[in-house]
């Protein structure tokens, strides 16, 4: 899985990208803020604050930050996280039924 180039380098936490990501991202036309916003869950993956939720029914937890109007779900597993998947936010619920 690649890694976000930038993301760990000052942070305390990794940050990997999986393939699905890396797709959704390239389809995006312009995602410079989404990478931006990444790059910061790699300093602090829990911010406080109304852009990041845990999502309910998960084990291990896997959660959403906004980005304009697409969603990040991402996991973390000590000192990793691990961006799942990057979509439009009117995909949310369906992709979120697939990843149960």
């Given at each position: 899985m690649p890694t976000c180039?930038?993301?760990g380098d000052l942070g305390k936490f990794g940050v990997q990208i999986t393939r699905a990501a890396v797709e959704d991202l390239d389809a995006i036309h312009d995602n410079g803020q989404i990478i931006s916003d990444v790059r910061k869950l790699g300093h602090n993956p829990l911010p406080g604050g109304n852009n990041i939720k845990k999502l309910k029914g998960f084990n291990p937890?896997?959660?959403?930050?906004r980005s304009g109007d697409y969603r990040v779900l991402y996991r973390v597993a000590g000192q990793l996280v691990t961006v799942m998947r990057v979509i439009n936010r009117k995909e949310?619920?369906?992709?979120i039924k697939k990843i149960r």
């Open positions: 180039p930038g993301a937890p896997l959660y959403r930050l949310l619920e369906r992709t």
